[in-house]
């Protein structure tokens, strides 16, 4: 039994998430307040994996996530998972869309809608949510009580809170899309498939002055392809930074192996996140150079011109 | 006569930014509900300025400032301002910390008292706000229609609405400092001052391999420091990232204007966000080989060799 | 009129390339005893232009005409000849292969012809001369006094001096060139043709880490691409050394002009060598992003930056 | 016993190399008439070792002893020794300056003193010999028969041969030095001293775009210091170079093998001429992250990393 702690309440996006994650069909589903909240429960072990949202394509990274992965005790990514985000406006029967006069809903997606917002219903204020699922129940089960008429929220948030849908798709990007990633401790890995990824966070050292280059030049030397790179402050002094990234590639390849070793050496830090499958499931392209036989080949090789007897 | 727009309402840490910068001392000051709001009336010629947060030593970037200044009508940096951040707990008379089931807050804020909210108020759940200063305002208004008897807040706000302090100096880093630029339209130019900064956004050209190492490489090549990288989507894709950038040096010297000319080839495009004078004060340091001299010294040689009448 | 000075006497390859050198037809030619005596003239002004040797495909570079280039007055290089090179064993008529008891030739062309002559005249010592013409004349002229009975030469050289020929085509390699460069004084320059290659000198500062690899990335990162590469020691100490480069392009095209600047910056010491269209014909590949066009939009771009007024 | 080939005759810098050579001392040393007849013995086990020169301070290179390390049956390098190079002038007794009408001497020797030549005995052509001793050589011993008064030759030299010294100290450059190479087979290696370098010969695939600057790359990410770098056409076409490279490190050092894996994986061919204890005696200076320490710390963390089981 896999028990998943998800950023609840049930019909926000992350439970969506969880429902298209294959391996968490028919396991315990268990919903937190926030993502710091699900990832305390897995560290304490009262859940096996979380899931969480890490990176939407028009709102960015999720800081919460990136830095509760980036301190306190290890955690692991295991597997990914992609979900497209599609907006509603969502109220209680008979309310019409002339009579809003405030609109709730979490702030990421207030964000994501603003545009049709100002030219649909210009005369609403913006009240936040702790989540658009939030923002839904509360507006079903207590509609006199909150200061807004309508809530932003996913179609199966508006659905399941039992809300009509004034507006459909009301996003101001099509194809937006969210990333989860469902995190293990670090205890087992995913087996490589030749279409993985790795996430780490490297700190670079202040007395050295190459900084990001240098950090960057060890994965290009090695053919690995940078998928994503999110700076974050390390919370010390305005200006310090460490560098969240995702990668091609698997720890067990040689090329990642040696581009890790490399950045520990360089790094004043650096915390391995896990190598899973890819959402996108495509093979990752390697250059014959960087091959794992031709590390093998020259492994070999050196072997072969150390092991000659001294003098 | 300047007209400054900035984030309000009164109390909050933009206008703490507003107040202490000198230029600002005597002319007109606008809040405004939004980032997006207070570019919105500059762009619009409402006002002449507008001042807002870009970038906190704990929480990170700011999306919201971030993006506007990234898209729409041009607009330039012309000034950054320091401010040290710290937080108190809020409410009526009366009111005792014990009390607390609900704490309102801005979600910035929030993320940087936690620590200290849950060792100290663990039965207070949270509830988020449009800003610090709003929740403080409202709390005193009408303390009995929210969801919550206590505000975080920055000590102006508590004292501007007239709530009573539970709790000092509450953020969990110590020495956290919020940074806030000055925009104007792109119609004058701060003049040099030996101490300045430049900011940029930076679109990749997908179809090349190089990727953020190539544009790093540019700054690297002429000995210019980076102060700031943030990545932030383009919105378009997962994956499709522009890069926001600081760096030292000011846009008549000469080393920025080779980098950036470089950059303007490389990039599939780039936004200049201006160049003003760096809040630190502190000289840049200029290696002999990239003085304004060396590449003055260079360009006559060029010029010397390329006199040569053809054959 | 122009009159060439070249490396003879009669019957050399480096006449050959002269021969072959169309501006030269119909002008005096006249011959010097080594690479520094031609050279010389030209400096002192005897003759307007010189022709020499500066790299063979199976030896390498030539020192003399690389050092003679890299110090003393000013000179440019404003053509290059590509001379097929193939060697004959020639000698006074009688003359069997099987009475040769030593061959003289210019050190250069015996290092050619070394595995030839260990399998067909094993027998045979060697005996060095001033060039491979020279060895043909002089065998010609005193069979007796000198201590070779046969000549490793040019075919022409053979022919010139009245020689048979015992073997043709005698190099161990097939395909063996010879580049020779047209020298002038700094006084004109080529016109671009896209098809152009420049030679310059660097000298590296002793007190940067960067060393080489700072000198030529200032050509990868704008797309130049280098073709020759020859370390000569600057005389001063053991491992100091300075650099003598080929690259495609011409002084007057952008990306060039601005790669010598930076090298100029960067360099402790540079030599301009001069550009030249290069003699393979083959137009040189530009990547869109180093083009003329790109580096005059960028400049038209930082212009118009900076053009707004101080304040 | 180790019996040592050495390029002679008698009073060559060669021979005085070969008895700078401590472990030489006492044992059998074999003249030979050039490097590839020394190389020769060599490699057909007649010798157990042989002393060439390898780089001049003046004259660069010794393209004979490049060429022929860099290939054929493979050869290590396994010390090496620095001669300081003074010339005389030398001729049989009764010669005076004024009576030289021709002076003998290797080719790199008179370019060594070509300067002092001009101005001391501007009469005098000049005639190749083998070597500097043999020019002595044959000057005591058949002095009519020859084209040439005077040698150019090694002080050693002109005593050995019984000539009389007409000037001293004749060298255009002070202090100029010749570097020697002892050269064995391959079957053993000497032990790591901290203060050692490491040859290689690499080269490029021609089918990438890195070129040179991918290949320097390797050393300058292990910081790793290059001490010479000669290119060398592979005679296969104008244009086609491989490089022989001179590093501080031995293949024993964590940091060297790993440079070398690296490019055994970039290179189209690579070949390993040996690691050696250097002549100057300086201890490599390592930054801390290229230490054995980090490099293995590095791998060990890399190893606890894969151990998880799979899932």
């Known amino acids: 039994m896999t028990r998943y702690a998800y950023l609840g309440p049930e019909g926000t996006f992350t439970q969506q998430a969880l429902l298209s994650w294959g391996p968490a069909s028919g396991q315990p589903h268990v919903p937190c307040s926030s993502v710091d909240a699900a990832l305390a429960r897995l560290r304490g072990g009262e859940v096996d994996a979380a899931i969480v949202p890490i990176e939407n394509s028009v709102e960015g990274g999720v800081s919460a996530t990136l830095d509760a992965l980036a301190s306190g005790d290890?955690?692991?990514?295991?597997?990914e998972v992609l979900v497209p985000i599609t907006f509603v406006l969502a109220a209680p029967a008979g309310i019409k869309i002339e009579d809003i006069r405030a609109v709730g809903s979490h702030s990421h997606a207030w964000a994501q809608v603003?545009?049709?917002?100002?030219?649909?219903?210009?005369?609403?204020?913006?009240?936040?949510?702790?989540?658009?699922?939030?923002?839904?129940?509360?507006?079903?089960?207590?509609?006199?009580d909150l200061g807004y008429e309508a809530a932003v929220c996913a179609p199966v948030a508006a659905q399941t809170a039992g809300l009509e849908v004034l507006a459909h798709d009301i996003g101001d990007m099509a194809n937006a899309v969210t990333r989860f990633v469902v995190v293990s401790r670090p205890e087992w890995q995913p087996t490589p498939t030749g279409r993985d990824k790795t996430t780490v966070v490297l700190f670079q050292r202040t007395d050295r002055a190459g900084g990001l280059l240098e950090?960057?030049?060890?994965?290009?030397?090695?053919?690995?392809?940078?998928?994503?790179l999110e700076s974050r402050p390390t919370k010390e002094s305005m200006g310090s930074y460490c560098f969240s990234i995702d990668f091609e590639g698997h720890v067990q390849d040689e090329r990642v192996g040696a581009a890790l070793m490399s950045l520990h050496r360089v790094c004043a830090d650096m915390r391995f996140l896990g190598s899973y499958p890819a959402a996108s499931g495509v093979e990752v392209t390697i250059d014959p150079?960087?091959?794992?036989?031709?590390?093998?080949?020259a492994r070999e090789w050196l072997t072969s011109l150390r092991s000659l007897g001294d003098h």
């Open 74 to 79: 290890p955690l692991v990514v295991t597997g």
């Open 114 to 144: 603003r545009g049709w917002a100002e030219s649909t219903v210009p005369q609403a204020i913006y009240v936040p949510t702790l989540s658009t699922a939030a923002a839904a129940k509360d507006l079903a089960e207590h509609p006199a």
């Open 215 to 228: 950090l960057l030049e060890q994965f290009a030397v090695r053919g690995i392809n940078m998928t994503r």
């Open 289 to 297: 150079i960087t091959s794992d036989g031709a590390f093998i080949e």
